[in-house]
C-alpha cells in the first residue's frame, strides 16, 4: 500500500461572504412563515400577504419541518428555503436547550 501525504489544493478562486439586507432581500412570492416552538412542538405558520394563516406545520425536529415545506411546494426562492433551514434550526435548539426563540433574533446564549 502506498501513502500519499496530504496535500492542500488551493482553491481557484475564494469570495468573501457579503449579504445586504436592505437592498437583496425579496420576498418570496408564494408567502411568508412565522416559526413558534411550543410544548415540545415547533409549529410553523405558512401566511399570505394579505396576513392569512394558509396552514400550520407541527414537528419536533427542524428537518421534519423544512422538508415538509419543500415537499409542499411552500417556497420558491433558494434564499426562503435557507433563512428557514436557519431560523428552523435556532428553534429546535431553544426548544431543546429551555431557551427562548424569537424569529429573526439571535438566540440568548
Not at 12 to 37: C, H, M, Q, V
Not at 70 to 80: C, F, K, Q, W, Y
Not at 85 to 90: I, M, V
Amino acid at each position: 500500500m502506498i501513502i500519499h501525504p496530504q496535500v492542500e489544493v488551493p482553491p481557484t478562486r475564494i469570495i468573501r461572504a457579503s449579504y445586504n439586507s436592505l437592498k437583496e432581500w425579496r420576498a418570496d412570492p408564494k408567502g411568508y412563515f412565522t416559526i413558534k416552538p411550543f410544548a415540545k412542538l415547533i409549529k410553523v405558520r405558512f401566511c399570505n400577504y394579505e396576513h392569512k394563516v394558509l396552514l400550520v406545520i407541527e414537528g419536533r425536529s427542524a428537518e421534519e419541518i423544512y422538508n415538509t415545506i419543500i415537499r409542499e411546494n411552500l417556497v420558491s426562492r433558494l434564499d426562503h428555503a435557507a433563512y428557514l433551514g436557519a431560523e428552523l434550526q435556532k428553534a429546535e435548539i431553544a426548544l431543546q436547550n429551555g431557551l427562548s426563540y424569537v424569529q429573526d433574533d439571535p438566540l440568548p446564549i
